[in-house]
Each structure stands twice: as structure tokens, then as C-alpha cells.
């Protein structure tokens, strides 16, 4: 199954900034009672988004200036709390390609990497001046280049970090582990022959 | 140098190294709810894939359960649409589903450790962050998300890199009417809700080896609270009782042997860790939660801080928007908060040893007037057991709703929700902004027998005092 190769994401960016931004603000729970991701456009952030009468907060997603962005600027440990993948599915429907913050919550970026979400860090001084530059100019088109490990536009430029893996899994089209997971079925049944499992006695 | 047992069911579980760097990691078992499963289950079929090991696989609803009227078909047709998907998917799969009518049903994290399912040095994963919970029993345990259950369903293997492991251990005796609750909150409160990104937590001092295994599985619960995926407890004797007669627990000559294998997955005495941290059991008090986070909470005894208290600018940030959200002041003693409502229940409170410790406390008292107060055993197991001991009808008689088994209030995926702004003195995990069905709703994070003190006083109020302990 051959799959994007995500070498770099080319957007409007959008500041979503704090620490700690947990997955029940990236979605709260009461969007997760479906049996598929397809109605999740549009529901990220939601209750930071709008008041409990459907008003808007003026939260940046919601202002005008920075309609379609592609790059969210998170904060510390963003996508902390449940391991729901409705988090990064309604970030991803909502044309979101590309998280850059100054760290995340590791199931969050496990489910964001294996729907071909790339999650990259950058130090908290960068993204302050990344965000000050798109909220002055909000048309800003920024790229996260993967393969040079750079947050750019065309008047500023900040060093990325992301573990080796899922940055080679992204680049060379394989965020998708299932295939690989498949090529060894011998193996797997020989470990599972060799190891317990739990039954009626 | 030794090994440590993270390591050890790693090594055990292994397959192989993928292209591009990650292992394939064996899975032992995998939990399914109805949350996170239909659409894998959607996923597989689109791929054309079958699901390779039914054998190791166990399910459950638990999320949308409603606690007060179980007759079926619920009043809310998503949740009806949740459950038929999971018993479908059970059904065509032959997968083990533990349902409504049958008596072992309940929230997936208690009911699992009570069949005697999970088990020490396996590798657990399940579409849910609190699936650190089964780390307890000494196995290897994470949450998982949708794609990854796919992965799991289709070849039993997930792509994983190895977390590095902290040992925090918390050494001396616990003070009286200082709860396992309360030494998860203290120890999250001490490191931080982002401490543990990239560790595994190794849970270890003589504090909590000498704690019951209930307590166990409330401080691995936890764990993903601060930022751990995983946390466990190496198992011992403890462990092994618990097991015992168990219904999925190994019986007769398999028993024996089973022990043998369990204790070789201990962490050797000379395990090398990448972090130590070591606290003193006698700092930790009864803890509660003032803001958003599970790390902003304080002792019984403390103020809510103020945000030039804390220690960069990020956190004064934090602590203000988490001021303005709970709409508490700096300064002022967390005692004596009023509260709304009261939730004794989920994952991470919701054991038959939870309700045993609070029932006595409250024979003979009576819920204070105007408050809400909500009791929810986390399985039916625990549930019939509570009516059993006569501890159902002393949370009835002291004015709780004495509910059937789910997760209830911890999240608010089924009726049981904050309204408005009200207060809840919750012993769930999550004090997340509207974590309780309301999007203004207030959470407040603590033990059983402090929840139980706020019920009776309908304040925030120190246990030790109202209870004498």
C-alpha cells in the first residue's frame, strides 16, 4: 500500500498556544459518541472555540484572518489526557496538516504520526516569535520542512526536533505501520506460540 | 548491570526491528470498549484484513453506560449505536465480550485485574490512556489509539519505540488517612503533568509495596496523568494472592509454574534506571486538585497559590487561566470550599476496597442538604460485592445514588453530567476544563475518604478531622 511520502507541510499557520492543551479541549467527549471519524471536521477545540449558546469565543481559528491554515503552534505537552484518536482526526478534518510545539503527550503524537499527522518540537522562545509574526501578518505562509528540520517562512527560520522514527516513517511514506507489521508473520506466530495467555481454567 | 522489568516483557515481547528504526512489539492481550474500537474494526474491514488472535482479546462497554436504568434500548440511540457495534464486531470476530447480561461487565480497567486476565509480565494495550491502570499486576501496560487497535487486531504487533524508565519510589509509612489517591496526586503535583513524557514509571519503596493491590491500581492508573504512558509495580506476593483463584488466573500446576515466570519478570536489585526520584511517604497529606491539571493540586492543609508563586512565566500563565476557570482566589484556604456534587467511582476509585474503606465512615451520617452525591462501583463484581458486605445499603441510607456500574461522571459520556458551573469533589482522574459533561463544570481531584468528608459537610474537609483518623 504505497503511502504519501510527508517530506513537508506549506500553510497559514494558526496559534493554539498554553501548556497542557489536553485531548477533552481538543475534543470534548460528547463528540466522541460515533462509530466513525467522519463527522469530526470542524469539532476541534470546540469549547475553547464557542460559548455554550453557540456564540463564538473570537478563539484565533474562528478569526477570519486566519481561515485554512494548515499549522497549529501548540504549546508544552500539547495532546495530553485520553488516548483518543479523535483528537488528531478532527484536527486532521479539519485541514490541519502539521502540529508544531514545544512538546507533546506521547499517545498523541503515536496516533498523529500513524495517520500521517507529522508532530514536530520547537523551543518555546521560537514558537512566542513564530506566533507574533503570524498574529502581525497572519498570511505568513510557513513550511515544516522535515528533511532540513526547519520551521520557515520567508522572513524568519526555527530549528525542529522530532525522534528519528517516526520522522523516517513519515519521510519515506510508511507512517502507516500496518504493512510493515504484516511481514512477519512467522515470527509473530512462533513469539505467540511461546507465550501465555489468559483462559478459563 | 540488571535489567529492569519494563525491559525484561519488552525483550520478551520483541519480534523485530521495522525499516525505519521502531520495534515490532508482541501484544499479550488487548481491551476493547466501544469508544475506541468500531471504527478499527471499520478500518480492518476496508483493508480486507481478519483479526489474527481472537484468543487474546477481551471487550467491554463501559463509557456509555448509562448508571441509572440499564433496560435496553437506552434513551440514547448513540450510545445503543456504540454498544450493537462492539457486540457485532465481538460476535463476527469471536471475540470475548463481557455484556450487560452476563455479570462481568463493568469499566474495562477494573474488570480485566478482577477476572484475573491481566496478569504480570504481559504486554496490554487498549484504546485508552488509563490502560497504565494494569501496570499494577506487573505487566507492561498503554493506551493505544484507534489505528494502533487496528494494528493490533490485524497482526497482534504494534510499531513502538521503548520509553527510558524512572524508579519513583516512595519510601516510610503512609500517614493515616493518606490513600494510594493521595500519593498518585502528590507524586504527579512533585514531577509534573508533562514529568513523565518519554518514561515508564517503575513504582517502587516500601510505601507502596506494602499497599493492597487496589491501591495499586489507583497509583498506575494515574500514571498517564503525568505524562507516563505506562507506569507498573514489580510483582510479589501481593500480586500473586490477588491472582489466585481468579477465574482466568492459571489453576493447579500452572499455577506454579506461572508464579516462577511472574517473579523472573521483577527488575533485578541491580536494574539500571535512567531517572531515580525518592520520596518521603510522611510528606505526602490528603491531596485535592485546585485547577485544570492534575498537577496543580496542594495538601488539605494548603491556600490555592497564586501565579507569582510559580516558577516561570508559562506556569503564572497556567495558574491564571486555571483561577479564572475554577473561579477561586489566591490565597484562600482549599478547605472549606463549598461543592455541589460528590463522585465516588471510575477507574481509578471505583474498587471494592474503595467502597470498604468509606462505608464505615459513613454508617450512621447523612449526606449534607443540597448535595448531589453520586456512588458508582466500577464493575459488577465490585457492585454485587457491595451489596453483599452491606455497603450499598450504608451509601443508600447516608443519601448517595447508589448507581450500577460505568464510568459514570468521570468523563460524562452517558447522563451522569456536572450542570453549569458546580463544584464536584470527584475521585475520578481528570479535572480537565468541562472533563465532567459541563463545559463550565469544575473538577476537584481527590481520595474516596475525602470525597466521602465533602459529602457529609458539603465542603472541601480534611478526612483525618471529620473521620478521627
Known amino acids: 500500500m504505497p503511502l504519501t511520502r510527508i517530506t513537508s507541510v506549506t500553510g497559514k499557520a494558526v496559534p493554539v498556544l498554553g501548556a497542557d492543551m489536553d485531548t477533552d479541549r481538543i475534543i470534548p467527549a460528547r463528540f466522541l459518541k460515533c462509530v466513525t471519524f467522519d463527522e469530526l471536521a470542524g469539532t476541534m477545540f470546540y469549547d475553547e472555540r464557542f460559548n455554550a449558546d453557540g456564540s463564538s469565543k473570537g478563539h484565533p481559528i474562528d478569526q477570519a484572518c486566519h481561515a485554512g491554515a494548515a499549522i497549529i503552534l501548540g504549546g508544552e505537552n500539547f495532546g495530553c489526557g485520553s488516548s483518543r484518536e479523535h483528537a488528531p482526526q478532527a484536527i486532521k478534518r479539519s485541514g490541519i496538516r502539521a502540529v508544531v510545539a514545544e512538546s507533546f503527550a506521547e499517545i498523541f503524537f503515536g496516533n498523529s504520526t500513524g495517520i500521517g499527522l507529522p508532530c514536530v518540537c520547537a523551543s518555546r522562545a521560537d514558537l512566542a516569535a513564530a506566533a507574533t509574526?503570524?498574529?502581525?501578518?497572519?498570511?505568513?505562509?510557513?513550511?515544516?520542512?522535515?528533511?532540513?528540520?526547519?520551521l520557515r517562512c520567508d522572513r524568519a527560520s526555527?530549528?525542529?526536533?522530532?525522534?528519528?522514527?517516526?520522522?523516517?516513517?513519515?519521510?519515506?511514506?510508511?507512517?502507516d505501520a500496518v504493512v510493515e507489521l504484516m511481514n512477519a508473520p512467522e515470527a509473530v506466530e512462533r513469539l505467540a506460540a511461546s507465550l501465555p495467555r489468559p483462559h478459563l481454567s | 548491570m540488571g535489567k529492569t522489568l519494563y525491559r525484561k516483557v519488552w525483550d520478551a515481547h520483541t519480534v523485530g526491528t521495522l525499516p525505519d528504526g521502531r520495534t515490532q512489539l508482541f501484544i499479550a492481550t488487548m481491551y476493547l470498549h466501544e469508544v475506541t474500537s468500531p471504527q478499527a474494526f471499520s478500518m480492518l474491514r476496508e483493508l480486507g484484513l481478519r483479526v489474527l488472535h481472537p484468543e487474546r482479546l477481551f471487550a467491554t462497554p463501559d463509557h456509555i453506560i448509562p448508571t441509572d436504568d440499564q433496560h435496553e434500548p437506552f434513551?440514547?440511540?448513540?450510545?445503543?449505536?456504540?454498544?450493537?457495534?462492539?457486540?457485532?464486531?465481538?460476535?463476527?470476530?469471536?471475540?470475548?465480550?463481557?455484556?450487560?447480561?452476563?455479570?462481568?461487565?463493568?469499566?474495562?480497567?477494573?474488570?480485566?485485574?478482577?477476572?484475573?486476565?491481566?496478569?504480570?509480565?504481559?504486554?496490554?494495550?487498549?484504546?485508552?490512556?488509563?490502560?497504565?491502570?494494569?501496570?499494577?499486576?506487573?505487566?507492561?501496560?498503554?493506551?493505544?489509539?484507534?489505528?494502533?487497535?487496528?494494528?493490533?487486531?490485524?497482526?497482534?504487533?504494534?510499531?513502538?519505540?521503548?520509553?527510558?524508565?524512572?524508579?519513583?519510589?516512595?519510601?516510610?509509612?503512609?500517614?493515616?488517612?493518606?490513600?494510594?489517591?493521595?500519593?498518585?496526586?502528590?507524586?504527579?503535583?512533585?514531577?509534573?503533568?508533562?514529568?513523565?513524557?518519554?518514561?515508564?514509571?517503575?513504582?517502587?519503596?516500601?510505601?507502596?509495596?506494602?499497599?493492597?493491590?487496589?491501591?495499586?491500581?489507583?497509583l498506575c492508573n494515574l500514571a498517564i496523568e503525568g505524562a507516563a504512558r505506562c507506569g507498573y509495580i514489580n510483582p510479589d506476593e501481593t500480586t500473586f494472592a490477588y491472582l489466585k483463584g481468579r477465574p482466568y488466573a492459571p489453576k493447579g500446576a500452572e499455577w506454579d509454574a506461572a508464579v516462577e515466570r511472574w517473579k523472573s519478570f521483577a527488575s533485578d536489585p541491580d536494574a539500571e534506571y535512567d531517572d531515580v526520584v525518592i520520596i518521603p511517604a510522611e510528606e505526602i497529606e490528603p491531596t485535592v486538585t485546585w485547577g485544570i491539571s492534575p498537577d496543580m493540586n496542594i495538601g488539605i492543609g494548603g491556600c490555592i497559590p497564586s501565579p507569582e508563586d510559580a516558577r516561570d512565566a508559562e506556569t503564572q500563565k497556567a495558574y491564571r487561566t486555571a483561577l479564572e476557570y475554577m473561579k477561586l482566589r489566591p490565597g484562600q484556604p482549599i478547605a472549606g470550599l463549598p461543592v455541589d456534587v460528590v463522585f465516588i467511582g471510575s477507574c481509578t476509585n471505583g474498587h471494592i476496597s474503595d467502597f470498604r474503606a468509606?462505608?464505615?465512615?459513613?454508617?450512621?451520617?447523612?449526606?449534607?442538604?443540597?448535595?448531589?452525591?453520586?456512588?458508582?462501583?466500577?464493575?459488577?463484581?465490585?457492585?454485587?460485592?457491595?451489596?453483599?458486605?452491606?455497603?450499598?445499603?450504608?451509601?443508600?441510607?447516608?443519601?448517595?445514588?447508589?448507581?450500577?456500574?460505568?464510568?459514570?461522571?468521570?468523563?460524562?459520556?452517558?447522563?451522569?453530567?456536572?450542570?453549569?458551573?458546580?463544584?464536584?469533589?470527584?475521585?475520578?482522574?481528570?479535572?480537565?476544563?468541562?472533563?465532567?459533561?459541563?463545559?463550565?463544570?469544575?473538577?476537584?481531584?481527590?481520595?474516596?475518604?475525602?470525597?466521602?468528608?465533602?459529602?457529609?459537610?458539603?465542603?472541601v474537609t480534611d478526612p483525618r478531622t471529620l473521620f478521627e483518623l
Open chain 1, 133 to 150: 509574526l503570524t498574529q502581525a501578518e497572519p498570511d505568513t505562509l510557513w513550511t515544516v520542512d522535515l528533511e532540513r528540520m526547519q
Open chain 1, 158 to 175: 526555527y530549528p525542529l526536533s522530532m525522534p528519528a522514527e517516526p520522522r523516517e516513517a513519515l519521510m519515506q511514506g510508511r507512517w
Open chain 2, 75 to 218: 434513551a440514547d440511540p448513540r450510545a445503543v449505536a456504540m454498544l450493537e457495534a462492539l457486540r457485532a464486531n465481538c460476535r463476527a470476530n469471536n471475540i470475548r465480550l463481557f455484556d450487560l447480561p452476563g455479570g462481568q461487565q463493568g469499566i474495562v480497567h477494573m474488570v480485566m485485574p478482577e477476572l484475573g486476565i491481566t496478569q504480570p509480565g504481559m504486554t496490554i494495550v487498549c484504546g485508552d490512556s488509563h490502560t497504565a491502570t494494569h501496570g499494577a499486576m506487573g505487566a507492561v501496560a498503554m493506551g493505544i489509539g484507534t489505528t494502533q487497535v487496528r494494528d493490533v487486531l490485524a497482526t497482534q504487533t504494534l510499531a513502538m519505540s521503548p520509553l527510558k524508565v524512572r524508579n519513583v519510589r516512595v519510601e516510610g509509612r503512609l500517614r493515616p488517612g493518606v490513600t494510594a489517591k493521595d500519593v498518585a496526586l502528590h507524586i504527579i503535583g512533585r514531577l509534573g503533568a508533562k514529568g513523565g513524557l518519554g518514561y515508564a514509571y517503575e513504582f517502587g519503596g516500601s510505601a507502596i509495596e506494602s499497599m493492597d493491590m487496589d491501591g495499586r491500581l489507583t
Open chain 2, 358 to 459: 468509606v462505608a464505615p465512615l459513613l454508617r450512621g451520617r447523612r449526606v449534607a442538604p443540597g448535595i448531589r452525591a453520586l456512588a458508582v462501583p466500577g464493575s459488577q463484581m465490585t457492585a454485587r460485592q457491595c451489596e453483599e458486605e452491606g455497603i450499598a445499603d450504608i451509601f443508600r441510607a447516608a443519601g448517595f445514588e447508589w448507581r450500577l456500574p460505568g464510568c459514570s461522571m468521570c468523563l460524562a459520556m452517558n447522563a451522569d453530567k456536572l450542570e453549569g458551573d458546580q463544584i464536584c469533589a470527584s475521585t475520578s482522574n481528570r479535572n480537565f476544563k468541562g472533563r465532567q459533561g459541563s463545559p463550565t463544570g469544575r473538577t476537584l481531584l481527590m481520595s474516596p475518604l475525602m470525597a466521602a468528608a465533602a459529602a457529609l459537610t458539603g465542603r
